[in-house]
């Protein structure tokens, strides 16, 4: 009996190990590719805003063998950057041009016809981000002015906005859905339709109708 269950759990192992290793076969629940983290939404909200001058990113380097480590940053930036500018700046047109230029450099178009280069020739990914940062990025300062200027009005209403109803605002009155729903034999009362309106016609009341 024991031998039998030794048996099962070994079987088990070895199918569950065989499900999940491989790259045929990967793991479920976990995002693929060399570098996955670049994928998810926190990431990509963290890229650099280009100024609204900019038109066209144009982004010059190889892979040479002979000057390969003038160009690890350029390679470097857009392998773990690229996603993110893009997803940062959907207006702005984003190319690549592998292996065309001896240099690494990137070329900006802005909205009057001029262009400038920023030189990579070797510089890190690091050095890289914080140079286009400097010099086409939106200051934080900015950001912030005009996300608040984005912000919709706190006077409306809707189910777009933070108050649903008018009824949510400080004196106003409720909506009738919000209030306890009255049973049938009490709602006359209320209304007053049970009232003896000509006390002289019915001194003892009117009789209600079957």
């Known amino acids: 009996m024991v031998l039998l269950a030794v048996q099962l759990l070994a079987r088990r192992t070895i199918g569950f190990k065989r499900a999940t290793d491989g790259a045929a076969n990967p ?29 066209i990113m144009m982004i010059n380097f190889g892979n040479y063998e002979s000057n390969k480590h003038l160009h690890d940053g350029a390679r470097k930036f857009v392998e773990l950057n690229f996603s993110q500018l893009q997803y940062k ?12 230029t001896p240099t690494p450099f990137i070329t900006f178009y802005t909205d009057d ?41 706190p006077a409306n209403f809707g189910r777009e906005y933070k108050r649903k109803c008018i009824c949510e605002c400080q004196s106003q009155v409720e909506c009738s859905s919000k209030n306890e729903v009255i049973p049938s034999n009490k709602k006359k009362n209320i209304t007053g339709r049970t009232r003896n309106m000509n006390p002289k016609k019915y001194p003892f009341g009117k009789e209600e109708d079957d």
Not at 32 to 52: A, F, S
Not at 91 to 96: G, K, M, S
Not at 120 to 141: A, C, Y
């Open 113 to 153: 016809g001029d262009k400038f280069y920023i030189d990579l020739e070797g510089k890190s990914q690091i050095e890289i981000l914080t140079r286009v940062q400097k010099i086409v990025g939106k200051p934080k300062e900015l950001i912030e002015i005009q996300s608040k200027a984005v912000e919709p009005n």
């Open 27 to 55: 793991m479920r629940g976990l995002l693929q590719g060399k570098n996955p983290i670049v994928r998810t939404k926190q990431y990509l909200e963290q890229g650099i805003m280009l100024r609204d001058s900019i038109q």
């Open 89 to 100: 700046n959907p207006d702005v047109q984003i190319l690549c041009m592998k292996d065309l």
